[in-house]
């Protein structure tokens, strides 16, 4: 169990050090500015242009790194600071939302995937840590009885939660990597300014393997609660 702390601790600390180092590598390729002087959302624009997709709006969305893409109204929402500026950090912002534009009309099947278990997350993510936790003080430990299948019950729906956040990665990555090749081939960035785009990119998708690392830790210390691995 100690071991687990231990883990548990580190997770929390890295996950800290990288969603820090996210907004000051943000902060940093902000001021790189665009010699093209196109902004986030002419960008975002001229992507979805690029890939035929013309039901799709780019919109501003207020606060800072609240930039997604909602395939249900089909719009690419940028935060205000990335739909108005002009610089490589809001140049890969724009252009990764729009990669998830692009894989929703191409029907990438990780997004499909993850989109199907959005309605069963929403649900069970807020109370599955609670139903486990129910479940234990119903007596689940003693391995037989109603309480142990409450607990299971709790596990399997932390199971979907954890599940989802692995989902995630490939979307995410790919949706970069979209977002990357287009900036590329048609020269929206320089050299330079591209490698400030691959960087912000790169520290954004580790935000999510490290929530993903998290939530599969999580899983781990509540079914070693249920199953027996108590000290
Ligand atoms: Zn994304």
């Avoid at 729906?157 to 995410?172: D, H, K, N, R, W």
């Amino acid at each position: 169990m100690m071991t687990y702390y231990v883990l548990i601790g580190a997770i929390a600390l890295v996950s800290w050090f990288v969603s820090n180092k996210l907004k000051s590598k943000f902060k940093y390729y902000s001021k790189v500015h665009l010699s093209n002087g196109m902004s986030g959302a002419e960008i975002a624009e001229k992507m979805l242009a690029d890939h035929g997709i013309r039901d799709v709006k780019v919109v501003s969305t207020a606060g800072m790194l609240t930039d997604h893409y909602n395939p249900k109204n089909k719009t690419v929402n940028l935060s205000e600071g990335v739909y108005s500026q002009r610089n490589a950090a809001s140049a890969a912002v724009a252009a990764h939302e729009c990669g998830h534009a692009v894989q929703h009309a191409q029907a990438y099947e990780w997004l499909s995937l993850r989109s199907k278990l959005v309605p069963v997350v929403s649900i069970t993510s807020g109370m599955s840590t609670w139903i486990v936790f129910g479940g234990l003080m119903l007596g689940a430990a003693a391995g037989v009885g109603f309480g142990y299948y409450v607990a299971i019950a709790g596990l399997v729906m932390m199971g979907f939660a954890t599940l989802f956040s692995f989902i995630t990665l490939p979307v995410e990555y790919d949706a970069s990597n979209r977002a990357l090749k287009w900036l590329k081939a048609k020269s929206i960035v320089t050299q330079e300014e591209y490698a400030g785009s691959e960087d912000s990119l790169k520290w954004a998708a580790r935000t999510y393997l490290v929530a993903a690392i998290g939530s599969l830790a999580t899983l781990v210390y509540w079914g070693l609660q249920v199953f027996g691995g108590r000290d």
